[in-house]
């Protein structure tokens, strides 16, 4: 499947499919409602889980909720996942993610690692941004990986409209950001894979905090509209 | 001049008609395009500066500029500026933000003070977020000015279109923030006064740090695609 042609004509033109892609935490409610996305867009998805059988078990659910040729979905834990994933989407809570990226530092070493992780708190007036020693969790993950090539985005997309089968289109850009110009491509073509989406490139890891703690306001938008709200860029 | 009606029934029926609009740093490039486009809708406008000749000769230069009528945007030094506006936009840089917001305390004692500063830096790679102890700019001015009511918004806006004549419609939603409902509703039906803004409610103030920080991705985004990028908040 392709991105539509009002897509196509902002993207770099960088060919994802036929790419493998992994999705740590994948049974979480951003990983599963991404792993349906990317899989329903026709990419070959692997879903990691803490254990290979919730991955595997969530594997086959999704695989019969959208009718995947078989082989299309997978399950696996988080280990093996990384392991066979060519893209790894990190979706994991924030609490465990560098853990979880320094055990995996060899799977995932010389892959494209996207990381959506908002590092966030909550209290009776709603979300707030943590503080984090490194910046974000892109620039945790980066400073963990030497070895792999760190990319920010999926961060707004609402895993209740991910989730949704009603949902067949997502008024929301993505904002991908890194170091990696080849990467951030790449990865700007996977958000553009699904459809509505489209992948914006919005800066240097450096500019990740704000883009993950964006999804504090973007609650908060949605408590006050009573709306899955999104982001859309004008005048690109 | 009203909103449109499409921007109209997003917003609270908050009336701002009528009200004096103070612009501290009105001669700078922001400060400026807010001042014409705030006028141009209609409000009456008070343009501070740090001399008194400085923001009577930007009053001279943008009534002649848009035909405004007699006394309707008049010029001031930064202290008489703060005093005349019952709304008073901050727009100044930020170096120098708290010290001047520490100067006026008195003069905006009981206002409502509208904080769109971006505590940025800018280097070889581009711009980042500087850090703030208080967490932003608007948290800052909140800790500088008890007395007063401090919203955050106009943070995205592009000072190159506001100042633009050729530019009659801004495609951009004003990400409004602050602890005041009644404050907040007003900023957003200010903002909604300039055609094609929408001032959208996104959050209390301790999350106002990654929408001043996000102008560094707007810069990125701009240089990328050689845009002036703005943003919308989709399903809102």
Chains 1, 2 share one sequence.
């Not at 209740?160 to 790449?186: K, Q, Y």
Request: a negative charge; proline letters at 3%.
């Amino acid at each position: 499947m392709t991105a539509d042609s009002s897509d196509t004509e902002q993207q770099s033109g960088a060919d994802v499919s036929g790419r493998v892609v992994a999705v740590l935490g994948g049974t979480g409610p951003q990983g599963r409602g991404l792993a349906r996305r990317l899989a329903q867009a026709g990419h070959r998805l692997v879903i990691g889980s803490r254990s290979t059988e919730r991955g595997q078990s969530a594997a086959e659910t999704l695989s019969a909720d959208i009718g995947a040729a078989p082989g299309a979905v997978t399950g696996d834990d988080n280990s093996g996942a990384a392991a066979a994933g060519e893209i790894v989407i990190v979706a994991v809570p924030w609490e465990g993610h560098g853990e979880l990226l320094e055990s995996l530092r060899e799977e995932l070493r010389g892959k494209i690692v996207v990381d959506c992780v908002n590092p966030l708190g909550f209290d009776k007036q709603g979300a707030y941004a943590l503080d984090v020693p490194e910046g974000s969790a892109a620039q945790q993950a980066a400073a963990i990986l030497p070895d792999s090539t760190v990319v920010a985005a999926f961060h707004h997309v609402s895993a209740v409209l991910l989730e949704d089968p009603e949902v067949s289109s997502f008024d929301l850009d993505v904002l991908v950001l890194g170091e990696d110009r080849e990467a951030t491509d790449l990865v700007q073509a996977l958000a553009a894979s699904i459809p509505g989406m489209r992948g914006v490139y919005a800066g240097r890891l450096r500019n990740a905090a704000q883009v993950e703690a964006f999804t504090a306001n973007l609650i908060s938008i949605n408590r006050r509209y009573k709306a899955h709200a999104g982001v859309r860029v004008t005048d690109v």
